[in-house]
C-alpha cells in the first residue's frame, strides 16, 4: 500500500528555519516524482514545486523559487521542504503529493495527511 | 503560467439534484502528441486532503462513483455530480498538469440545499 507519512504540526517564530518531512513507502520512492502544495487557511491549492528523487532533478513554481528548498533523501525514502527564515504568511497547511506517473508529473493520486505550520510572534 | 478559473464559487444543490462546475484553463492543455488533456478533478472534505476524482478530463480513478462524470476539452471543462449525495459536500478543484507550474482552479464549494 503506498503511503506518504509527513512530520507533525510545527509552530516556529518570523525569522526560524524549518524543515519538514514525508516519507514515502509502498513503492519504489526514488522511481515516481515527489510535489509539495501549500493550503492557506480557508484557501485554495495551491503548487510549490515537484523533486525525483531518482536524480533529485527539482522544479519549483515561479511564486516559491528562493523561498523553500524542496529537497530528498533516497536512502530514508524521505522528501523535504525547508525554509531559512519563515514569516506570518508561511503559516498554512503543506501536503506532499505523489504523482502517478506515465509523464503526468503533476497529476497526484496519492496525498500525505498535511503538515501544519503555524508562525507567529 | 496557466491560470485556472472556475465557476461558480460555491453553489448549493438539493439530494438528488445534479450539481455542475465549470473549469476554464488560459490556455489549452490538450497535447496533441496523445490527444489528451491533462485536467484532473478532486474533492477535498473537510480536514482531510484532496483525492483524485477524475484524470484526462473525463477518466474515473478507480472507486470513484458513476455519479461523478468529467467532459470538456482544450480550454473549457465540466465537472458533473449527476445525483447529489449527503457524502459529496466538499471543495472541488479542477488542476492542468500539462505544464509546471501545475496550477490549481480556486476551488468549488457545494453544499446541501
Known amino acids: 500500500e503506498v503511503q506518504l507519512v509527513q512530520s507533525g504540526a510545527e509552530v516556529k517564530k518570523p525569522g526560524e528555519s524549518l524543515k519538514i518531512s514525508c516519507k514515502g513507502s509502498?513503492?519504489?520512492?526514488?522511481?515516481?516524482?515527489i510535489g509539495w502544495v501549500r493550503q492557506m487557511p480557508g484557501k485554495g491549492l495551491e503548487w510549490m514545486g515537484i523533486i525525483y528523487p531518482g536524480d533529485s532533478d527539482t522544479r519549483y513554481s515561479p511564486s516559491f523559487q528562493g523561498q523553500v528548498t524542496i529537497s530528498v533523501d533516497k536512502s530514508v525514502s524521505t522528501a523535504y521542504l525547508q525554509w531559512s527564515s519563515l514569516k506570518a504568511s508561511d503559516t498554512a497547511i503543506y501536503y506532499c503529493?505523489?504523482?502517478?506517473?506515465?509523464?503526468?508529473?503533476?497529476?497526484?493520486?496519492?496525498w500525505g495527511q498535511g503538515t501544519l505550520v503555524t508562525v507567529s510572534s | 503560467d496557466i491560470v485556472m478559473t472556475q465557476s461558480p464559487d460555491s453553489l448549493a444543490v438539493s439530494l438528488g439534484e445534479r450539481a455542475t462546475i465549470n473549469c476554464k484553463s488560459s490556455q489549452s492543455v490538450l497535447h496533441s502528441s496523445n490527444i489528451k488533456n491533462y485536467l484532473a478533478w478532486y474533492q477535498q472534505k473537510a480536514g482531510q486532503p484532496p483525492k483524485l476524482l477524475i484524470y484526462?478530463?473525463?477518466t474515473r480513478e478507480s472507486g470513484v462513483p458513476d455519479r461523478f462524470s468529467g467532459s470538456g476539452s482544450g480550454t473549457d471543462f465540466t465537472l458533473t455530480i449527476s445525483s447529489l449525495q449527503a457524502e459529496d459536500v466538499a471543495v472541488y478543484y479542477c488542476q492542468q498538469f500539462f505544464s509546471t507550474p501545475f496550477t490549481f482552479g480556486p476551488g468549488t464549494k457545494v453544499d446541501i440545499k
Open positions: 509502498g513503492y519504489s520512492f526514488t522511481s515516481y516524482w
Open positions: 484526462w478530463a473525463s
Open positions: 503529493a505523489r504523482p502517478g506517473g506515465g509523464g503526468a508529473q503533476g497529476l497526484v493520486d496519492y
